[in-house]
Structures are given as C-alpha cells and as structure tokens.
C-alpha cells in the first residue's frame, strides 16, 4: 500500500468513527429522552384508539382546550381544579382505571402543596361540593386523596389527584383559561355498544393446565382475548376488558364491571379440561345460566348458540354444544346477557396443539368475535 492509500485510508476511518460516534450520542440521547419522558407518562400507549383502553395500558389522555360552556355541554358532572397558585404546569394528564372506577389527573412541574381537597370542585347537576369526601353528602365521589411529591427542582414536582368515582365515568380532560376540567360521563350515553370481555383466571390463579403442567389456561385466555381485542378494535363498539395482563382479578370484580356499564353482552374465555383425567375428551363448549335472567330480548341461552355456531364456522372444529350451568359464580351474578366460552380441551393433545398455534387462537378469535357481532344485531 502506497503513502496516498494509506492517508485516504486514514481519513475513511476517521470520517466512519465520527459517523459511528456521532451515531452512538444520537441513539443514547434519544434513550434518554425516552427514559425522561416514560417516568411520568409510563404507561403511555400507541395512541389514540379509545377502544383500547385497557387495565395494563391504562390510557394517558392530555388536556384538551376548551371553554368551561364547552364542558357543560358534554356533560352537567364534572370536576373544576383552578389554575389560581398551581404556577407554570409543564404537563398534565389523566388515567382512567375503570376496573376501580379511579381517575387520577397527574400535574407535573406544579407548585409544591398548591393543590389541596378544597381545590377540587365536584360538580354534580345541582350538587356542588370540595374538600374532604363525605360518602353521605358527595355524590360524585367516595374517596379523594391528593399525592404531592416534592421534589430540589420544582419543574419536577408532581401532584396526583386521585378520586374514585361512586359509578363508572369515561372521563375526559379539558383545559379553560382559569382551570382544568374533568368532564364526567357515564358510557351508556356515550357509547352505543358496550361491550365486556373477559380473559378468564391470571396471576396466581392459573386455571386448568395441560397434562404435563406445562400450559396454564389463565395464558391462553389473553392470548386469545388479545387477538380478539385485534378484530374488535376495528369496530364502532365500545369494549372494556376485565384484564390485559397477567394478575389476578376477582370474578367479582369481573362480573361488577359488566353490571356497572350494563353491557350489551358479557363474554368470558376459558379453557377446559377433564376433570376425570379423560385425554380424548375434546371439542368446544358455550356455558350459560337459564335461572339468570336478563332484562334483554337477548337471552343467555341464544347468547351461548350463537356463540357456539360462529366458533363451529370459523373453527371447522367439534362443538360439543351449549350447556346450561346455575353452579358458576359469572352466570349467576351477572345482570347483562352472558357466555362462558369454553375454547378447548386443555388435557387433549389435539385441542391444546390448536390453541398453542397463533393461527388456531386466531381462528378462536374470529368465532367470538362474529358471535359477539351477531349478538350485537339481535338485541
Ligand atoms: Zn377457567
């Protein structure tokens, strides 16, 4: 190699390092960035499907502009929080974790103990009421706590208002000249079509399990789930869902979610399995509650087959058929119309092989998916 191959050759490498280095800061600027903004909007989702507000993905949603009229006319219940001593507010957003009926407003670079009980205003048709709750008098809310972490630099300080609701509200945040508003509405008068889905079992509550122990129901029913939140999205019906995540959540607290929306139609996914240790036992079933009545034309029983003729549809599999069960603490305390859908056989080979496949899950998916559709119509 001659001295000019050499030079050039030096001024490549040197141009390539700058390039590889320069390249290094950007990306390492930009994980900082992220890790900054992540500690106060952590659960921030790819936004802004409404439907897809979900427990794990509790969606963030910043204050919109408004006029306070603006705000009476969406809804007479609301939350008034003035701007009056707060300072310059960096961000403000809101988390609506209907599981809990808790809606949290979260104020960042907020004067420190700037917002106390008597800031927030409940609004309430006629009623108005602030400071502390008093369950008897407040009708809007059965608890308010304010969470006021101080921090060296006051841009960082952060004020929680967290308030749980005495019903189930979709919240929506505004923003006035003078303050920050949380209109209040309940999703019957919003939403058409209210939809609970329910992924059965989660976190220490495994559900039934393959014959090995290796496969747990409580995986398989948000997997699924997940796949049918894909198709439901798409659609102009609201849908709550009992969980996103592996935890564990209270058929009560399932069941109350479907009650408190007075969904249109209930739907909870299971997996099933021979109690008596019968590995050719297979197929798919739809459980529903006879003695349970629904004040809907929809009964539970036509629920459960048309549940079942769609799955059969997009499955090609073996439906064992509808079944009535009054033992089962889903059918009987829910007051909408309810299925149980039992999608397979977890102790046959064959059904657990075609639930383990994402294309078979799939498949699962579109059968409650139509089945919910149908349902919708009939009602
Ligand atoms: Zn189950």
Redesign the pocket.
């Known amino acids: 190699m001659e001295i000019k191959e050499w030079r050039s050759l030096a001024i490549q490498s040197m141009a390539l390092f700058f390039v590889v280095f320069s390249c290094c800061v950007c990306f390492e600027g930009r994980i900082q960035g992220k890790t900054e903004t992540t500690v106060l909007a952590e659960k921030k989702t790819p936004q802004p499907s409404p439907d897809q507000k979900t427990e794990e993905e509790t969606e963030v949603q910043k204050a919109e502009n408004v006029t306070k009229s603006e705000v009476e006319d969406r809804s007479d219940t609301y939350i008034r929080i003035p701007k009056e001593g707060i300072g310059q507010v960096s961000e403000v957003y809101i988390q609506n974790e209907y599981m809990e009926s808790k809606i949290q407003v979260t104020f960042r670079g907020i004067a420190a103990g700037s917002l106390t009980k008597d800031s927030v205003l409940r609004i309430h048709g006629f009623q108005v009421s602030k400071g502390k709750v008093n369950a008897r008098e407040d009708s809007l809310l059965n608890k308010l706590v304010i969470n006021d972490q101080k921090n060296e630099s006051a841009e960082k300080n952060i004020i929680q208002v967290e308030m749980v609701t005495d019903r189930l509200y979709e919240p929506a945040l505004f923003e006035a000249e003078d303050a920050y508003y949380i209109s209040l509405v309940e999703p019957k008068n919003e939403y058409d079509k209210i939809v609970v889905v329910d992924a ?2 989660g976190g220490m509550d495994e ?2 399990s393959s014959k090995d122990g290796r496969h747990v ?1 409580k995986d398989y ?1 948000l997997l699924v789930v997940k796949q049918l939140q894909g198709l439901l999205e798409k659609e102009d019906i609201k849908v709550y869902y009992t969980r996103m995540e592996d935890k564990e959540v209270s058929k009560k607290d399932r069941v109350k979610l479907a009650n408190r929306l007075n969904a249109d139609v209930l739907v909870s996914v ?3 399995a021979s109690s008596v240790g019968d590995s050719t036992a297979y197929g798919m079933e739809t459980l529903y509650s006879k003695k349970k009545k629904t004040k809907e034309e929809l009964t539970n029983k036509r629920l459960a087959q048309v549940m079942l003729n769609k799955l059969g549809e997009e499955t090609g599999l073996r439906m064992r058929g509808i079944i009535c069960r009054e033992n089962l603490y889903l059918l009987n305390h829910a007051e909408v119309p309810t299925v149980i859908v ?1 999608i397979a056989y977890m102790s046959n080979k064959k059904d657990l092989n075609y639930i383990m496949k994402e294309s078979g899950r799939q498949k699962i998916a579109k059968g409650i998916y139509e089945g919910i559709m149908q349902a919708l119509e009939e009602k």
Do not use: R, S
Request: glycine letters at 20%; a negative charge.
């Open positions: 059965g079992h559900g039934t129901e029913t299971h997996c099933n039992e």
